[in-house]
């Protein structure tokens, strides 16, 4: 089974630019998620999708992060525009219904000079 | 403050001793998951505990969760290189599914 696949793996842009990261969760994983993990801190929960329907993006900071599943597959999160304080992995997760584990990508990592 | 915390926040142990990472929530879990991080990866599934006083192996990793929900531990025996990484508690407070709180992690160095 193929894993949670994340592009870009690095990207590095400077402040006020705008990114984009790409994510494609395990087939038939109905829930996807967008965790920001900044340096020396645990993940943290930004937007949870159910098929293309956004479950909660009380923490997403909307005014600059925006994220979209439009055909319930894969999965896009832009930043626009990039602050200092974005720099961190931001990683991907998919569960399949009825299930409790998540599966993790192996992150895109943003540093923003 | 945090809702989950983590202890120790690094550790270094000789290989072969034993280790225990602690994670204590300042709320009852429904749920608590023990992930694995190496450097520039992603989180590695290790374990899930529900049930108050429940406990689960797998090959030399032992992680246990309280009678009263609040308190969970990880346990290493006989440790070795292969088990370095960042180790993570997720905790499930009955959120939308699959919403996990994490702590800030532990980092495990093994010295050969």
């Known amino acids: 089974e193929a894993g949670v696949a994340q592009s870009p793996r690095y990207k590095i842009i400077e402040k006020r630019q705008s990114v984009a990261f790409w994510c494609n969760p395990i087939s038939g994983h109905a829930t996807l998620y967008w965790y920001q993990q900044i340096l020396g801190q645990g993940p943290k929960l930004l937007i949870q999708f159910q098929n293309n329907g956004v479950v909660d993006d009380s923490q997403l900071p909307k005014d600059r992060f925006s994220a979209e599943r439009l055909k319930g597959v894969d999965s896009t999160l832009k930043i626009q525009p990039a602050k200092l304080e974005d720099s961190a992995v931001y990683l991907c997760a998919s569960r399949v219904s009825g299930a409790n584990v998540l599966t993790f990508g192996a992150g895109s990592r943003l540093t923003v000079l | 403050s945090q809702e989950l915390e983590q202890s120790p926040q690094s550790l270094i142990v000789q290989e072969g001793k034993n280790l225990t990472i602690n994670c204590t929530s300042s709320k009852t879990l429904y749920g608590l998951y023990w992930y694995k991080q190496k450097y520039g990866e992603g989180l590695i599934f290790l374990m899930m505990?529900?049930?108050?006083?429940e406990e689960k192996s797998h090959e030399k990793i032992t992680a246990k969760l309280d009678e009263k929900k609040q308190q969970s531990s990880l346990h290493i025996t006989a440790s070795q290189p292969s088990h370095a990484g960042i180790y993570l508690c997720?905790?499930?407070?009955?959120?939308?599914?699959?919403?996990?709180?994490f702590g800030k992690g532990t980092k495990l160095s093994v010295k050969p």
């Open positions: 505990l529900q049930k108050g006083g």
């Open positions: 997720g905790a499930d407070y009955g959120g939308s599914q699959g919403n996990l709180i």
